[in-house]
Every structure is written in structure tokens, then in C-alpha cells.
């Protein structure tokens, strides 16, 4: 009834999980943060426990529903020379798009079993969503350290209800990235390490052009590959995208203005531009100031976009 529900809401996959301390992954998680890959994302290194156990997030609870959004749209923006956007950004923000849909699955569950108690995630509270997607049988957590389905590849977000309602759990889903190693090798900074399942977020390029509130170090001036907001490479060219379709979100469609938009519009872009085009998107996170640090840094080495050598 609950998997019915999600999907007639939007959702993809819906899986299951005990809710329980992740102790394997919770040594996984210090190491990465004793090694700095973190970089200047301080909150991740706080509420620990919280993030490694849930039941300190819902007491007493039993069950984390893990569930999928689609988001992929194979749309490219016509000027080979424009500056990149993620496509996860090329619509309304997901935070606020797909909570509203998780709010009303559990208000769902609420009537149709009773008094439930549960709280509603969307990469916006310390939940290791991917280790839950994995636990859960949504996908395994690929080279690239993203969450892969056989099935829908790993163009979706993920989200999560953490509740005290006790369910049949599902079983993991094996690694089926086997020797590929493509999004290693396609990674324009590297940040994959070279046996991949680890990545160094201080030399991802969504890290550089998001999450990084200070200069971008003039060592990666060369290596951006033309990304202004985010970046899809080590997605792109991973064999088990062949199977995304495109979404059926009305709310993730991209602003008539933004793909058609060339690199001259991007140099010259105006704060009344950007507030219209990015007026309920998550590229507002960046602020206008933010985006046009961006542009100015990759038109410096003379050359937005150079070739889409990443294209599968």
C-alpha cells in the first residue's frame, strides 16, 4: 500500500530498512572526515551520532523508507560555448519539490494505519541517505559514490522517512560496477580516487562551484570542463544511465530562459536575470554573486565550454 501510494505521488523505487545504528559505516564516515575530504563543509562534521543513527532522529523508530524522484532530462543547453548546469538544477528545488511529496505519503500512512510517529528528509538533515539507499535495495553505492539502480541508473534524488512503524525490510542489492572505470577516469579534477568508492569533495567540481564560499584555487582553472553549477561527468558516462528516462515532474521543467541562454548572456547576466530564471531553484543557493564568480572564473582561461568529450 505504501510502495502504491509513493509511486501514484511521483516516486520511483521505494525500499525498506531496520533502523539501526550504522556502525560499519560510522568508521567509513570518520576516516573521511580525519582525511579532509571534506573540505570547508564544517556541518558535516557535526551531529555525528545523529547522522549514524537514526533512532536519535526518531526515537523509537523502526523502519527507514528509502524512495527514489526521477530527475533526468536528456535537454543540453545549444550553445557547445554556454557554461554547464547540473541537470538536477535545471528546475524548481528539489528540497522543497519532493518534501511536499514525502509529507504526504506519511500523512497517508497516518490515516490509512494510525497514529504513526515519523520525520521527512530530503538531503537537508545529517541522514547518510545513500548507506539507507543501499540497506534498503534501492541500488548499491557505485565507483563514483553515487547510488546506482539497475534499472533507473542514478539521475534521481533520494529521500527518506524515518518512522516508528515496523515493516518488512528489503535486502541489499549487489555492486555490479565490476571493472568499469569510467567515471574515474572521466573525472575532470580527479576527485575519484583510483580504486573509486571514495571521493575527495574538496576537488569535485559541485564542491568547487556550490558548497565553496571562497576563491576557487587557480590550480583547477584548467580543469572544469566548462561547469558553472554542479557537474554530471562521472554520471554521464556511466554505463547504467543508458536506462534513465526522462522525469514527469512538471516542477523540475528548466525556465524557458535558462537552456536557450548562450555564453554571452551568460557573461552579461543581470541580477534581474538571474532572480527570474532561478526565482524557486537550487542554484539560488550559490546567490547571484556566487554564479558570477563561477562564469568569471572558467571565462579566465578563455573558454567556457571547450568540447563535450563526456557526452556518452
Given at each position: ?155 534521481f534524488f533520494l529521500a527518506e522517512i524515518i518512522c ?28 575519484i580516487s583510483q580504486e573509486g568508492y571514495w571521493l ?113
Amino acid at each position: 500500500m505504501i510502495r502504491a501510494e509513493a509511486r501514484r505521488l511521483g516516486f520511483g523505487f521505494v525500499g525498506f530498512a531496520k533502523a539501526e545504528r550504522l556502525d560499519e559505516e560510522a568508521h567509513r564516515l570518520e576516516k573521511w572526515l580525519r582525511q579532509g575530504a571534506h573540505g570547508r563543509m564544517a556541518y558535516m562534521e557535526n551531529h555525528f551520532d545523529l547522522r549514524v543513527d537514526p533512532t536519535k532522529l526518531v526515537p523509537g523508530a523502526k523502519t527507514v523508507i528509502c524512495l527514489t524522484f526521477n530527475y533526468f532530462n536528456p535537454e543540453k543547453q545549444p550553445d557547445q560555448e554556454a557554461p554547464k548546469i547540473s541537470q538536477y538544477a535545471y528546475g524548481e528545488d528539489y528540497h522543497s519539490v519532493v518534501k511536499d511529496r514525502l509529507r504526504a505519503l506519511l500523512q497517508f500512512m497516518r490515516t490509512e494505519i494510525g497514529e504513526i510517529d515519523g520525520r521527512c528528509f530530503v538531503d537537508s538533515a545529517p541522514v547518510l541517505e545513500r548507506e539507507w539507499a543501499q540497506r534498503a535495495g534501492i541500488g548499491w553505492n557505485g565507483r563514483n559514490t553515487l547510488t546506482i539502480h539497475p534499472r533507473q541508473g542514478s539521475f534521481f534524488f533520494l529521500a527518506e522517512i524515518i518512522c516508528d512503524l515496523p515493516l518488512l525490510y528489503d535486502d541489499p542489492i549487489r555492486d555490479h560496477c565490476g571493472t568499469c572505470r569510467r567515471c574515474i577516469d572521466a573525472c575532470p579534477t580527479e576527485a575519484i580516487s583510483q580504486e573509486g568508492y571514495w571521493l575527495d569533495a574538496s576537488k569535485c567540481i559541485s564542491y568547487l562551484t556550490i558548497e565553496l564560499r571562497d576563491e576557487i584555487p587557480e590550480g583547477f582553472r584548467e580543469q572544469m570542463d566548462g561547469w558553472m553549477f554542479g557537474c554530471d561527468v562521472c554520471q554521464d558516462v556511466c554505463p547504467w544511465n543508458r536506462f534513465s528516462e526522462r522525469h514527469a515532474e512538471p516542477a523540475f521543467e528548466p525556465h524557458p530562459e535558462l537552456l536557450p541562454l548562450d555564453r554571452r548572456g551568460w557573461q552579461e547576466l543581470t541580477e534581474e536575470v538571474f532572480g527570474r530564471i532561478f526565482k524557486r531553484s537550487a542554484v539560488k543557493r550559490v546567490k547571484y554573486a556566487g554564479l558570477k564568480r563561477n562564469i568569471a572564473f572558467l571565462e579566465k582561461k578563455g573558454g567556457a565550454r571547450p568540447t563535450d568529450e563526456h557526452r556518452p
